[in-house]
């Protein structure tokens, strides 16, 4: 077959509006490109299966872009593809992706784990779920199903039907005969998946060498839920929004909403009104705030056993959060307040009581994160525990796909609220919070330091409220009834999570579902760079660099 794109989606641009020229690159990849096509995010190059490396290598070295942020695989009826979404870290906005289509018949092409090494987990997966295989890949297998699954469920001629046998030798002993040789010091130990520092049901493969991490190797999927394929059942107006408050389930349910208005909103050209956006801005910093309380706590029980103080502190906080939370949306977690075009409904009434409830929680805050830099940061045990612990330098946070505060404790100024601007952030006053040392401790402070940005956000989005004027209080743009975006539309947006970056690929049709919902959970990147933290540490480093990561299992597996 041709690998050729159908010829009506290629489109040939040169210079953006970001001052990206698309041509310049063209030129750059040469003859590795067999078309070009325009997605509403960026420009995308079809390359050949055999010259991936070849174009992300000149992508990455000669032009900067050394931001993997996502793999997107889909099959056709004629074809599978592989997506890769490239950036640059010192400017998300200027974006390009990579296609790469290969025949039904033999869907195999080249690996880009050796260009950038989050494309490890997230070529696994590709795999897992829709069944094209990487060459030079160093360790192609499942990654979200059992290794004894039977077929590729995101694939077109997958049977949901056909009975899933897992043999007894699947369950032989792991260890018998290769991983321990004759007068070797190592032992093979199991963390989890059930165990209260694993953050939910993951398990940690672990090789020890007396005392010292040798080897770790993170296994996922118990939580496997479906929810991309569950998104392309629903349509786009409606029925997809209550999904992802399920993603990151814990406290990020608007900041997960966010994501997916945003990729819909661009994708069928919906407007926003300014006073909703406001609103939007304040509910997810907001959900910033518990989110980063929860992993504050969790981390210190993780590290020194400390819940009667700083766990139930955390708590403690959390909960005033989620009150606000609550008298905005109605819910506590699973909000489903945001909707394309706008939000559900308008602040609550009397609307004094909830701006002074509001005020009341910003008002405290300091002195509340007073009391836990005395807990915590202060603590010789804390320090000692997390002080030059979990190292993950910045070049090796870039090369695992790290965002959000695991990148931005090893030095990567990036933000999407700032750099790719979205909401109503660029019209505010707050910083992004880096540090250099990339440690467990610095880790921790960036999330303590980000609460404070956040209370300043909500500040000054309380005080815009409070002086909008009563006549233009427009919760919502004119939405159709039926979104039916335009076939073959493609896009790849992205916000700022708690977690990091939260980016959604869609893929329309021309109906009111998506042909193809894929999405990027900042989780499933960071989590890939826990060997780089633990291996050489000793065990209660790795549970503190686990703890460190702020991971939570629903949005890994998804």
Known sequence: MSLERPSDRTQTVGVTDDGLDYDALADLLGDTVIGRETHRNAEAFVVRPDEVQDALFALRDEAGFDHCSNVTAEEYEDRFESIYHLKKYEDPTQEVSVVVPTPRENPVSQSAEPVYRTADWHEREAYDLVGIEYDDHPDLRRILLP??????????????????????????????????????????????????????????????????????????????????????????????????????????????????????????????????????????ELCRIAAHMLALGTFALDVYGEFTATFMYAFRDREVVENILEDLTGQRLMFNYMRLGGVAWDLPEPREEFFEKTRDFLDGLPEKLDEYHDLITSNEIFQLRCVDTGVLDAETAKQYGATGPVA??????????????????????????????????????????????????????????????????????????????????????????????????????????????????????????????????????????????DIVLGEVDR
């Not at 004759?182 to 093979?188: I, L, P």
């Not at 814990?250 to 994501?259: C, D, K, R």
């Open 147 to 284: 290794e004894t699954w039977q077929g590729h469920p995101m694939g077109l001629d997958y049977n949901q039907d056909k009975p899933q046998v897992v043999t007894l030798e699947s369950h032989a002993n792991p260890i018998a005969d290769d991983h321990s040789e004759d007068g070797s010091d190592t032992m093979f130990l199991n963390i989890g998946p059930h165990h209260p520092a694993t953050h939910g049901v993951l398990h940690v493969e672990t090789v020890l060498s007396g005392e010292q991490v040798a080897h770790v190797d993170p296994d996922i999927g118990y939580l496997h839920r479906c929810e991309e394929q569950m998104a392309q059942n629903g349509k786009y107006r409606h029925e997809i929004m209550p999904y992802p408050d399920r993603w990151d389930y814990v406290s990020a349910g608007i900041l997960n909403e966010w994501a997916y208005a945003r990729t819909a909103e661009d994708l069928a050209d919906l407007d926003v009104p300014e006073y909703a956006q406001v609103i939007r801005t304040m509910s997810a």
């Open 408 to 549: 931005r404790a090893s030095g990567v100024d990036y933000d999407l609220r700032r750099d790719d601007p979205y909401g109503y952030y660029p019209e505010l006053d707050w910083d992004v919070v880096t540090a250099e040392e990339g440690d467990n401790y610095a880790r921790v402070l960036c999330r303590m330091q980000e609460v404070e940005q956040s209370a300043r956000i909500i500040e000054q989005c309380v005080d815009l409220l409070e002086d909008w004027p009563e006549d233009d209080r427009e919760i919502q743009s004119n939405v159709p009834r039926t979104l039916r975006p335009d076939e073959d539309a493609e896009i790849y947006r992205a916000v700022e999570g708690a977690k990091g970056e939260l980016g959604i690929y869609i893929r329309s049709d021309g109906t009111d579902k998506p042909a193809r919902f894929k999405i990027r959970s900042p989780c499933f990147s960071n989590l890939q760079t826990l060997p780089e933290l633990a291996e050489g540490e000793y065990i209660p480093d790795l549970i503190a660099s686990l703890a460190s990561l």
